[in-house]
């Protein structure tokens, strides 16, 4: 397909957006509008899109495509501004925002003006952020979910698709409705529980001075999450409020079975809430990105001498191995520690494998 697209907003998902399109499209031109003017200067310098718009109106004038790639209290002004704006009669409009029901429902507006716009979600992403990071694979395997309106054609979602095979995703189409209930559960209300995990042990480290050194372990990888954006959240709760307050009423339902059983010391009782918890949490899929990105860890149990991190890393390096995160789990002198090392892929992670079986005899564990 050839024409004109327009992504406003040039940071991790915009950028991807770009180069995916690049990939399948290599006709068309991409014109980037980011209100960080250095992210749109990158974009240009390192070939995200072949130029930048000073104005959304300049930017969006006789484009055949428009991605929103921006927070989802931005998109509705955005989609505001774009009321305005002279665009083609045949322009499709989409966005990536986490919610979809308040910003649908503000593209109402388009609509009216015969407009077609189509909520989207890629629901991936990475530890890293802004344009430097974007990929043109990013969004590969992972699940695009859309949210067409009744009185959109299925020949103009189509279209959407086929701007978008690039990235090589799986697409799924529900409604607006459907999709914040669904991730609410898998992906809002998580972040919500894992912050208040760390609020309570934060609470608790007033008076427990142990807490925070023995937190972090296992307890730092379960609240992994709640290190994201607080200024993203606060947003997206505010978009999906509804369905988490009703979330947020089915977990203390949740709890207070708990203490139930507890209360009772009903030994069968917890053992079955801890055994059906196992095997729905073993059944679900390995494989497949979520709405929550993976951490693809590896442990490997190194002995406790200076410079075994530089040693691990120079091996990875040389390979051209690409890592997130690196930490020690835990060292004592004359034992073997561990170290994690986090991988943006399973594919990376399977190379950092037979990497360090290649180059050592330490023993690595993958984490599940």
């Known amino acids: ?122 629901m991936a992403g990475s530890h890293k952020s802004g344009v430097t990071a974007a990929k043109a694979l990013l969004f590969e395997n992972a699940f695009y979910l859309l949210t067409p309106e009744e009185h959109v054609s299925p020949a103009e979602v189509e279209r959407l698709k086929e701007w978008l095979t690039g990235t090589k995703a799986k697409f799924l189409t529900l409604s607006p409705e459907e999709h914040d209930y ?57 978009q999906n409020k509804e369905v988490l307050l009703k979330l947020m009423e089915d977990w203390q339902e949740e709890m207070e079975n708990v203490k139930s059983i507890l209360r009772q010391e009903n030994s069968e009782g917890i053992f079955e809430y801890f055994l059906r918890a196992k095997l729905f949490r073993d059944e679900l899929p390995q ?29 990875l390096a040389k390979e051209e191995i690409s890592i997130t995160n690196i930490r020690i789990l835990e060292t004592r002198e004359e034992i073997y520690g561990v170290l994690v090392i986090s991988f943006q892929t399973e594919e990376d992670r399977e190379r950092a494998i037979n990497c360090i079986e290649q180059y050592t005899s330490y023993e690595t564990t993958i984490g599940l």
Request: with cysteine.
């Open 1 to 122: 397909m050839r024409g004109k697209i327009f992504i406003i907003g040039l940071g991790l998902i915009g950028g991807s957006l770009a180069l995916s399109i690049k990939r399948s499209h290599s006709e068309s031109m991409i014109i980037g509008f980011d209100v960080n003017k250095e992210q749109g200067r990158l974009a240009e310098m390192l070939g995200v899109a072949d130029g930048i718009s000073a104005t959304i109106e300049d930017g969006a004038r006789d484009a055949d495509l428009i991605l929103i790639a921006a927070p989802v209290q931005e998109t509705q002004k955005i989609i505001h501004i774009l009321k305005e704006c002279e665009l083609k009669n045949t322009v499709i409009i989409s966005d990536a925002g986490s919610t979809k029901k308040e910003i649908v429902s503000c593209a109402k507006v388009l609509k009216e003006k015969g407009i077609t716009f189509i909520g989207g979600h890629p």
């Open 182 to 238: 669904i991730t609410g559960i898998v992906s809002h209300f998580p972040h919500m529980v894992a912050a208040s995990l760390v609020h309570q042990a934060e609470k608790t480290s007033r008076s427990q001075k142990l807490i925070p050194r023995l937190a972090a372990g296992g307890f730092r990888d379960i609240t992994r999450i709640a290190s994201s954006s607080p200024a993203m959240w606060r947003d997206i709760l505010l």
């Open 287 to 315: 494989k497949e990105k979520g709405a929550i990105p993976a951490f693809y860890d590896l442990f490997v149990d190194v002995p406790d001498y200076p410079g075994v991190i530089s040693e691990i890393t120079g091996y």
